[in-house]
Every structure is written in structure tokens, then in C-alpha cells.
């Protein structure tokens, strides 16, 4: 079954930290780049971190030096560390593998950032 499980999200304030936790069936997460993306309400689905099979990451100029991803290939899960909260990181955030190749997305899981 092709599943993508987002969890870790809430409300903060400015300058606080959150840890997003994705966990995905097998057939998504192994051996693919795993990536986060987050809509914020009128806007396009953006990705902001990507981390593939080996542990090489690449983030969005927006969140460098604020977010880090990183995923445990034990636990088919990925996670991404949030610091340093902007009320501009508002949105709903959503993870799915790197191309996205037609995979359903979750659910996604709320952050809001208040000022």
C-alpha cells in the first residue's frame, strides 16, 4: 500500500523550533530521495528539503541554516528539524519522494508561525 504519514505540525511562535516526522510505506521510501514541500494558502506546493537514499541533502535558499532534513532507512521515516520559525514557514507541509512520479500525497500536517 503506498502511504505517506506527516505528523510534528503546530502552532509557534516566531523564532521557535518544530520536528516534522514523515513515515512512508517501504515501496515510496526505499531508495528513493525523499523530499518535504509545503503549500501556504494561495500559493504553489514548493519543495523546500530533499535527502536522498545515501544521506546527501539539498534545502531551499528560504530554510538554509534553519531546517535540516534527515531519515532513518530502519524506520521509513524522514524527519525535518525547523528552527528559527519565520511566520512566512506558514503552511501545510507535506513529504513524498523526489521526483513525485504520480504518488499520492498525505494528508500534510499544519504549521503556523505567529508573529
Known amino acids: 500500500q503506498v502511504q505517506l504519514v506527516e505528523s510534528g505540525g503546530g502552532l509557534v511562535q516566531a523564532g521557535g523550533s518544530l520536528t516534522l516526522s514523515c513515515a512512508a510505506s517501504?515501496?515510496?521510501?526505499?531508495?528513493?530521495?525523499m523530499g518535504w514541500f509545503r503549500q501556504a494558502p494561495g500559493n504553489q506546493r514548493e519543495l523546500v528539503a530533499a535527502?536522498?537514499?545515501?544521506?546527501?541533502?539539498n534545502v531551499a535558499d528560504a530554510v538554509k541554516g534553519r531546517f535540516t532534513v534527515s531519515r532513518d532507512n530502519a524506520r521509513n521515516t524522514v524527519y525535518l528539524q525547523m528552527n528559527s520559525l519565520k511566520p512566512e514557514d506558514t503552511a501545510v507541509y507535506y513529504c513524498?519522494?523526489?521526483?513525485?512520479?504520480?504518488?499520492?500525497w498525505g494528508q500534510g500536517t499544519q504549521v503556523t508561525v505567529s508573529s
Open positions: 517501504a515501496s515510496i521510501f526505499r531508495l528513493n530521495t
Open positions: 513524498n519522494r523526489v521526483p513525485v512520479r504520480g504518488t499520492p
Open positions: 535527502i536522498n537514499s545515501g544521506g546527501g541533502t
